[in-house]
T-cell receptor, first 117, second 113 residues
Framework: ETGVTQTPRHLVMGMTNKKSLKCEQH?????MYWYKQSAKKPLELMFV???????ENNSVPSRFSPECPNSSHLFLHLHTLQPEDSALYLC????????????????FGEGSRLTVL | GDSVTQMEGPVTLSEEAFLTINCTYT??????LFWYVQYPGEGLQLLLK?????DKGSNKGFEATYRKETTSFHLEKGSVQVSDSAVYFC????????????FGAGTRLAVHP
C-alpha cells in the first residue's frame, strides 16, 4: 500500500461540472499539501494544511476549494473550471508543518490527471 | 524572491554515461536544498538533500554538493542506467517554513540501452 493515495487517477470534466479530488495518507503525518503540475511549468503550491488548519492559500482562484476533515484526508473540490486548469494535481504529506519546519521531506501521491473540456 | 533554475531538458544519454543536471538558486541565507525524482506515472519522491553549505547529499549513486560560492546544487551520477529515466526536480524551501517547497521546472532524463 502506497503512503499517499489519490483518487481518481484520471478525470475529465466540462466547465460547468462539479467534481472532487481525494487524497488519503497512511503515514501518520500532520500536514498535507496540494500542488499543481502543468506541462513545461514548475510545480505550483496551492494549499497547505497543518493539523487540519489551512496555513497557506497561494492565490488560488476560488473555483478550487480545499477541505481537510482530518489529518489523513484532503479533498480538492472543483467547480466551473477553465481549460487552462487542466493539469496533474499532486497531493503530498509531511510529518510536520509549522512555521520553522524545513526538512523538505514531502511524500507525494501519484496524482490526479484532470482534463477540462 | 527565492527561486530555482534548472537546465532545460530533455537530457538523453546512453547507459553507463556520466550525468550532470545543473541547478542554481537564489535565496536569502543558506537554505537546505533538495533533489526530487518523478518516475513515469508516479508522484515525486525525495532523492537527496543537503542542509548546509559544502554538504554533499547522496542516494542511489546520485550525488549533489551544496556550493554557496556559486549558489549551485548540481546533480551527478557516474554511470546511469535505463531505470534512471525520470524527471528530476531541484527544490528549496519557501521562507516561513511549513515545509513548503519551491521547485525548479524539472529536467527530463532519458537513458537508452
Amino acid at each position: 500500500e502506497t503512503g499517499v493515495t489519490q483518487t481518481p487517477r484520471h478525470l475529465v470534466m466540462g466547465m460547468t461540472n462539479k467534481k472532487s479530488l481525494k487524497c488519503e495518507q497512511h503515514l501518520g503525518h500532520n500536514a498535507m499539501y496540494w500542488y499543481k503540475q502543468s506541462a513545461k511549468k514548475p510545480l505550483e503550491l496551492m494549499f497547505v494544511y497543518s493539523l487540519e488548519e489551512r496555513v497557506e492559500n497561494n492565490s488560488v482562484p476560488s473555483r478550487f476549494s480545499p477541505e481537510c476533515p482530518n489529518s489523513s484526508h484532503l479533498f480538492l473540490h472543483l467547480h466551473t473550471l477553465q481549460p487552462e486548469d487542466s493539469a496533474l494535481y499532486l497531493c503530498a504529506s509531511s510529518q510536520d508543518a509549522f512555521p520553522g519546519a524545513n526538512t523538505g521531506e514531502l511524500f507525494f501521491g501519484e496524482g490526479s490527471r484532470l482534463t477540462v473540456l | 524572491g527565492d527561486s530555482v533554475t534548472q537546465m532545460e531538458g530533455p537530457v538523453t544519454l546512453s547507459e553507463e554515461a556520466f550525468l550532470t543536471i545543473n541547478c542554481t538558486y537564489t535565496a536569502t541565507g543558506y537554505p537546505s536544498l533538495f533533489w526530487y525524482v518523478q518516475y513515469p506515472g508516479e508522484g515525486l519522491q525525495l532523492l537527496l538533500k543537503a542542509t548546509k553549505a559544502d554538504d554533499k547529499g547522496s542516494n542511489k549513486g546520485f550525488e549533489a554538493t551544496y556550493r554557496k560560492e556559486t549558489t549551485s546544487f548540481h546533480l551527478e551520477k557516474g554511470s546511469v542506467q535505463v531505470s534512471d529515466s525520470a524527471v528530476y526536480f531541484c527544490a528549496l524551501p519557501f521562507s516561513g517554513g511549513y515545509n513548503k517547497l519551491i521547485f525548479g521546472a524539472g529536467t527530463r532524463l532519458a537513458v537508452h540501452p
